[in-house]
């Protein structure tokens, strides 16, 4: 049986529980001079680390400027990223960058922007991989870009990126192996992906193309929508949660479940039962940087109280300093 405590080995990089900080906007942080990341960023970070956690996956990061090296690409605001992969890597946890592609209609995409787009992940992987991360996870979940060209309900092109399923997933197989070329043997490639696209069903083929195409690891959330699937009753998790226990029986490769949880009780149960190899603690482990260390030691934890019943309505979006969890100095 796994243990919330067992390390996992990926790509030669150790993580050394099964407890994941999963990328989470902080809208109400600030960068220093001008750039996207900095001081608070570097602290916020680094406390999670510190607090236990196995694997930090970095909030979402627009890959646009990649490829020039400008804006959070530049050598400058590179910087406090550098920072961020030292000091987590100083209390032994693993750390990744999560790389968006925005939010655009990719049926309005002409070839040359998608492929300008697939330079721009290919350089960012790069660029990550400079700056001491362990690896990468591409957003392909949440409605975003790139979770436009997965849904054959929403994607409607008539070229090599639309219809059938290899197709749709055409964006990242032309890339994976200049990809690996670049990074090396030793950097993992995530994705995040739905685990609705556009049911379960779908969810698994995706899935299974993403491991054959050479993904590493697999972060299963939500596709277009959140999914409305009924689930056994004595599942004591999300819907969320369920699908990407549901993809873990149909692929080999490693599964990270996500959405509302927030005891230990919730995470013990996934691994426990290997339903999934991890599960991320997104609000959770926002209202208490030491949500990691507290759950392993047995030791109570300061909750959070889902605000609102949903992340639309955290407070922590708001303003990180109401988040009623806990006290932000």
Known sequence: MSKLSDEFIIRGKKIKNRIVMPPMFCFTFTGDNGGMYGEQYVEHYTKRAKG???LIIIQATSVVGATKQIGVWSDEQMKPLEKIAQNCHRYGSAIMMQLSCGDIDINELTIEEIHTMQEDCIAAATRAKQAGFDGIEYHFAHGYTLCRFLDSTFNKRTD????TLKNRIRFLTEIMPQVRQVVGEEFIVCVRMGG???DVTG???VAKAFEEAGVDLLHVSFGMNEPANIIPADFQCSTIAFNGSEI???VKIPVIAVSEIFTGEQAK??????????AAIGRGIYADENWANKVLADEPIQQCRNCGGSSRKCLWFVDHTKCPAKKIG
């Not at 090599?160 to 219809?163: K, S, V």
């Not at 149960?269 to 991890?278: H, K, M, Q, R």
């Open 269 to 278: 149960f996934l691994i426990e039962n290997e339903y999934v190899d991890f």
């Open 196 to 198: 609705n696209i556009p």
């Open 203 to 205: 969810a698994i083929d």
């Open 52 to 54: 236990g956690t196995g």
């Open 248 to 250: 873990k029986k149909h």
């Open 160 to 163: 090599n990126y639309g219809g």
